[in-house]
């Protein structure tokens, strides 16, 4: 299995909703992160996550909460979103956190707050 | 304060040319250098990666060059096809968080 898994691919959620995104791997990668990508602009670092542990928080607002469960699974927990955070989220992991390894991207959850 | 700097949003080519994409960085000394290609709506995906000591990198079509005195890299795509249409980021990093550039949004004509 060489892919990141997203799910869901699209997310609609008000601005008082509780909601998670989910993220899977299972190439035994040891490091995931989360970025966040508005239209016509690059990927921004949200949070890496290395052997499970939170290494890197990019000063991201409280409503986003990461979470690492295992060495598979990433979560990004949402509540009280703004319309502004609408965007594509993206989950990747790599072999480890030296940027030695290219990242293996997976394919978003398209969020839209309304 | 540190930028990456892509200096083409777009970049128009007829088929079979060689297309030659620019990263440029300021305030960072990376060891390494990343290459990826995004489509519309999908996830960057991982072309290549170039150390610091080494000049260039090839493979198959695509070839890589890291000038780190210049702090630039140089992403060459040989006989393009319209296939390789796609935006293209370069991506550093400094401590081990990885920062992308704006991208590139590449067009090959038929």
């Known amino acids: 299995d060489t892919e990141v898994t997203q799910t869901p691919k699209h997310l609609v959620m008000g601005m008082t909703n509780k909601k998670s995104l989910k993220c899977e791997q299972h190439?035994?990668?040891?490091?995931m992160y989360w970025y966040k990508q508005k239209a016509k602009k690059p990927p921004e670092l949200m949070f890496v996550y290395s052997y499970e542990k939170l290494s890197i928080n990019e000063s991201v607002p409280s409503r986003f909460s990461p979470e690492c469960p295992n060495s598979s699974l990433l979560n990004l927990h949402l509540h009280a979103l703004q319309p502004e955070d609408s965007a594509l989220y993206l989950c990747a992991s790599s072999q480890d956190w030296t940027a030695n390894y290219g990242y293996t991207f997976g394919s978003g959850t398209r969020l839209t707050v309304v | 304060s540190q930028k990456i700097e892509q200096n083409s949003e777009a970049l128009n080519i007829q088929e079979g040319k060689t297309a030659t994409l620019t990263c440029n960085y300021t305030n960072y000394s990376p060891a390494y250098l990343q290459w990826y290609r995004q489509d519309p709506g999908r996830g960057p995906v991982f072309l290549l990666l170039i150390r610091e000591n080494e000049k260039e990198k090839r493979k198959e079509r695509l070839k890589v060059t890291f000038d780190t005195t210049l702090k630039q890299s140089l992403f060459h795509i040989t006989a393009s096809q319209p296939a390789d249409s796609a935006t293209y980021l370069c991506a550093l990093a400094d401590n081990n968080d990885m920062r992308f550039g704006a991208g590139t949004r590449l067009t090959v004509k038929p």
């Open positions: 190439m035994g990668h040891r490091a």
